[in-house]
């Protein structure tokens, strides 16, 4: 797979790499825009609610670089598997540039499922061997409140252990089903799909009570909200940093029900800054379980 068409090592090797780090730029970038426009929602307009006040972030807290380098290092290992055919349509001039709305959404669902298929089991075992949360997962618990900064506050090889998997398998899924028969690779049939999951990423971890303007720039999200079997998921993910022990999958509830870990949380504990700002300490540390 990974010498398809012939290129070298080294040349597949380096458009991954590039491509993984532009897709790390894009992920800090969303961060700082997330950040005012949810602060401005939060404080300004009173319309986002929060279990735990936020307080201001300290600019030593964004992590702008271990957020780059947490992105692109769980992206790297999927794009080796597209950066062959990626060099063959370019090179070629057979990459294709339009935007076809049913194959974009269908892609972004599956990315979503792939990535939900492998997480919960790897979460779930990071939280649950002491072994594998003392060393690699308690990082990532470290603080509270959740804001969107934490997302990539986590050791690389969790990242590479838990998200890569999945969407390597999304990777390959996405060729099969698209390139089959010849046809030529579509840019936005991987890059939209990506870019939803990374700004999920990101809002799951905003702290604030899900709210659909929290989606704005990403339409294809509202898509996914649709589905009947995705969570609330940046109410239910604060669940899990305060639990701990629940809501291991980030998106779907469907492997937390079965397996006992789903816990919904409850919306009435959310408040508008007015209420609650004033009335807690705005950090605190969560001690490790």
């Known amino acids: 797979m990974l010498t398809a068409y012939g290129y070298s090592t080294l040349a597949i090797c380096a458009t991954a790499a590039a491509a993984a780090a532009a897709f ?41 670089l271990e957020n780059f380098g947490d992105l692109a290092t769980l992206t790297y290992t999927p794009l080796l598997f597209l950066a062959p055919h990626l060099l063959h349509a370019v090179q070629t001039n057979t990459l294709d540039l339009s935007v076809k709305p049913i194959p974009i959404i269908l892609g972004t669902i599956l990315i979503y499922i792939c990535f939900d298929l492998f997480y919960y089991f790897v979460h779930r075992a990071l939280h649950e061997v002491p072994f594998l949360y003392r060393n690699i997962h308690k990082r ?32 390959l899924a996405t060729n099969a089903l698209t390139l089959s028969n ?36 990403s339409p294809l999200q ?16 604060e669940v899990h940093h305060l639990s701990m022990k629940k809501n291991y999958a980030p998106v779907f509830w469907v492997f937390d029900r079965i397996f006992g870990t789903d816990e919904p949380g409850n919306p009435d504990l959310f408040y508008t800054a007015e209420v609650i700002e004033p009335k807690f300490k705005p950090k605190f540390t969560a001690k490790a379980k």
């Open 140 to 171: 990532h618990h470290e603080e509270h409140p959740v804001h969107v900064y934490l997302t990539g506050h986590a050791e690389y090889i969790e990242n590479i252990l838990a998200a890569s998997p999945g969407l390597t398998l999304w990777v």
């Open 24 to 64: 790390g730029v894009f992920f800090v970038l969303h961060m700082l825009w997330l950040e005012n426009w949810t602060d401005w929602l939060y404080y300004e307009k009173k319309i986002l609610k929060r279990r735990i006040p936020l307080g201001k972030v300290d600019k030593n807290e964004r992590n702008i």
């Open 222 to 237: 509202y898509f996914v909200k649709m589905l009947p079997i995705t969570r609330k998921v940046s109410l239910e993910h």
């Open 182 to 217: 010849g046809r030529p690779l579509n840019l936005w049939n991987y890059v939209l799909p990506a870019v939803t999951l990374i700004m999920e990423f990101n809002t799951a971890h905003s702290g604030y009570l899900d709210h659909p303007l929290l989606y704005f720039t």
